[in-house]
């Protein structure tokens, strides 16, 4: 009983972040996760994020201020907003040549990695009227 308890807060807490395509912060997949299931406590979304992370069913974006959280996709590329801190998808195809490269110079095993632009996102740039 106690394990179906487990289980499915687990997936509660998958779909909240699936739902969601803005790269939730733990904070705010708490929040989410809080409307479905009021008795669930921040810990347990916490250590619960940290498990879904070890399985591979969703990725931690380590950033400076925020840890991200997103459903594992294709590698892609990531860009931080300088002002208002959003996350976004990059369009940018994922270089793979940069691994091998990187491989070829090292004798390290190269496995993946990972890219954030930063600087302004569309919405300040608008509200700052800022250009390029
Ligand atoms: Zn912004
Ligand atoms: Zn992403």
Redesign the pocket.
Known sequence: MKMQRKTRQRQLILDAIQARCDHPSAGEIYLDVRKIDSKISRGTVYRNLNVLVKQGKILHIKLPYKDRYEPIKQPHYHFR?S????IADVPLPYDKDLDDRTAKESGFIVESHRIIFEG??I??QRKKSITK
């Open positions: 907003c002002i208002c801190g959003a302004f996102c919405d300040c």
